[in-house]
């Protein structure tokens, strides 16, 4: 009944799309071989690596962040290879499970679905490693799906101290350009994104960015998949070479216009700081009808919650309930519970890329509504400590 307007889907991924990006995407095709994509292609490479705060070097795929992983793990990891996946949720166990495709011997710390990164456990396991047999430690800045946030310059500072020489390997499909992010002060050396979350582009293009010390990794390796080898791709004699095949042109034209408003909104500081107020707003909500109901947030320590995801849980199936509700009955589609038990308690609301405060302020609205509709006990003061939050300095 109240389905009809602007449908809003608030997934974490792909998020809303601009019409900026989709109007930009609304032309005839190209010609490949001339230089327009060419020099297009190198604004898009200096202006993602701005984004992911590295002078190093960016690699662009055709794919999603599934094609990011084995793209990133087929130039530094070896058949036969040790690798640690620490797991905070769900993603980092399908980039290890990624590694053993390709032949790598993975062990992985589950740190279980509601918490960070324990860095002692991680000192312990790197200590142990006497011979440094571990060749990369795999992990997620931001895990989609308990919406937890790790910090990265910790875990550099705990494979430093304990001398190690794996690479530090950090999946930002869901954070970046939502979540701050330093790759080179944080001393990441290989970092993997897609397009379709806090960069607003629809799915198909999947990013690795590598620092010189992935890069000598790569040098001494005995073979790359000609596919997936990084080098063609940023030392690129032409444009067929970049792409290993013909570009993917109107994503390129897309993300163009992304980083354009990127570059409007006054940069990925700028961008950052949307994502905190809109992400405080959220968590203003969350908590408030908390404390008069039975609602969590999967992360209780702000502190660890990401900008970009919000994990939510209502038991008693409520959370599949009030999901059905905001879809039929308003229009609105939020995320659902991934990798938790039972799923039907849990639900996500993707608050990455394009949204502002009346669309969240709609979201939320949206939720209490459901809640009302439902009979979800729920404190009321959840919209308005939202509000407060979004003018809170
Ligand atoms: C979305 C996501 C992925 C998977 O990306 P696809 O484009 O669906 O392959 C991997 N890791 C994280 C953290 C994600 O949020």
């Not at 396991?125 to 800045?141: G, M, Y």
């Not at 050396?189 to 198909?204: F, W």
């Not at 960015?209 to 940023?234: C, E, I, L, Q």
Request: proline share 4%.
């Amino acid at each position: 009944m109240l389905s009809q307007g602007r449908p809003y889907l608030a997934i974490p991924g792909p998020s809303v799309i601009p019409d900026r990006v989709l109007n930009a995407m609304h032309r005839a095709a190209p010609n490949i071989y001339t230089d327009e994509l060419i020099a297009l292609t190198a604004t898009l490479v200096r202006d993602l690596t701005a984004v992911a705060r590295t002078e190093h070097a960016c690699a662009i795929y055709i794919g999603n962040g599934h094609a990011a992983w084995e793209a990133a793990l087929a130039n530094v990891v070896a058949h036969g290879d040790k690798v640690l996946v620490l797991a905070t949720g769900t993603f980092a166990k399908g980039w290890g499970g990624m590694a053993e495709g390709l032949g790598a011997v993975v062990e992985t710390i589950d740190f279980g679905p509601a918490a960070t990164v324990d860095l002692d456990v991680v000192a312990r396991t790197l200590q142990a490693d006497t011979e440094k047999q571990i060749k990369a430690v795999l992990l997620v800045h931001v895990d989609t799906a308990s919406g937890v946030k790790n910090d990265i310059a910790a875990l550099r500072a705990v494979l430093d101290a304990a001398g190690h020489p794996g690479l530090l390997m950090v999946d930002c499909i869901a954070s970046l350009a939502c979540d701050r992010f330093e790759m080179d002060q944080w001393g990441v050396d290989v970092m993997v994104a897609a397009c379709q979350k806090g960069l607003m582009t629809p799915p198909g293009l999947g990013f690795v960015f590598f620092g010189p010390r992935a890069a000598a990794v790569r040098a001494a390796m005995a073979r790359v998949s000609t596919y997936w080898n990084w080098d063609a791709r940023v030392n690129p004699v032409n444009l067929s070479k970049s792409f290993n095949g013909t570009a993917p042109t109107h994503h390129l034209f897309g993300l163009r216009a992304a980083l354009d408003l990127i570059a409007e909104e006054g940069g990925i500081s700028a961008v950052w700081a949307r994502h905190a107020r809109i992400a405080a707003a959220v968590w203003a909500a969350v908590d408030t009808w908390g404390q008069g109901g039975p609602m969590r947030a999967n992360i209780a320590d702000r502190g660890l919650r990401s900008c970009a995801v919000t994990s939510v849980t209502i038991p008693g199936g409520h959370a599949q309930r009030l999901q059905d509700w905001c879809r039929d009955q308003a229009g609105l589609t939020l995320g659902i519970g991934l990798g938790q038990s039972p799923e039907s308690d849990f639900f996500r609301i993707g608050h990455m890329g394009h949204v502002n405060a009346p669309m969240i302020m709609g979201c939320l609205g949206t939720i209490e509504a459901g809640m009302l509709a439902l009979g979800i006990p729920h404190d009321a003061g959840g919209l308005s400590a939202a509000a407060r939050a979004l003018v809170a300095g």
